[in-house]
């Protein structure tokens, strides 16, 4: 089993930010690509960014340049760094991951939880 555990979600004023955080647990030989997706109730599962074993990023087009992705591969850590927070941007957030554990089935693909953004007005 591979664990992922979301924290630093929160209220936060319009224009305000957050760091959410991803720390990746159990039988992992690495980790390729990792993700942050959110959803609103009734509405799908939105890709937020991406971020690959070697540094590629990739954003949706209502985060960017607001948005910033990283991961630190020792930790098998992630983080999403989100400065001027609209209220669009109120949602879960969840991490996602997928890579090869050291036992089999190798692949693995891995949610976390969910962490609550609530931006206010």
């Known amino acids: 089993q591979v664990q992922l555990v979301e924290s630093g979600g929160g209220l936060v004023q319009t224009g305000g930010s957050l760091r959410l955080s991803c720390e990746a647990y159990g039988t992992i030989l690495r980790i390729e690509n990792m993700a942050w997706y959110r959803q609103v109730p009734g509405n799908q599962r939105e890709l937020v960014a991406t971020?690959?074993?070697?540094?590629?990023?990739k954003y949706a087009d209502s985060v960017k340049g607001r948005f910033t992705i990283s991961r630190d591969n020792a930790k098998n850590s992630m983080y999403l760094q989100m400065n001027s927070l609209k209220p669009e941007d109120s949602a879960v957030y969840y991490c996602?991951?997928?890579?090869?554990?050291?036992?089999?089935?190798?692949?693995?693909?891995?949610w976390g939880q969910g962490t609550q953004v609530t931006v206010g007005t």
């Open positions: 971020i690959s074993s070697n540094g590629y990023t």
């Open positions: 996602n991951a997928d890579g090869e554990r050291t036992i089999l089935p190798r692949p693995f693909s891995s």
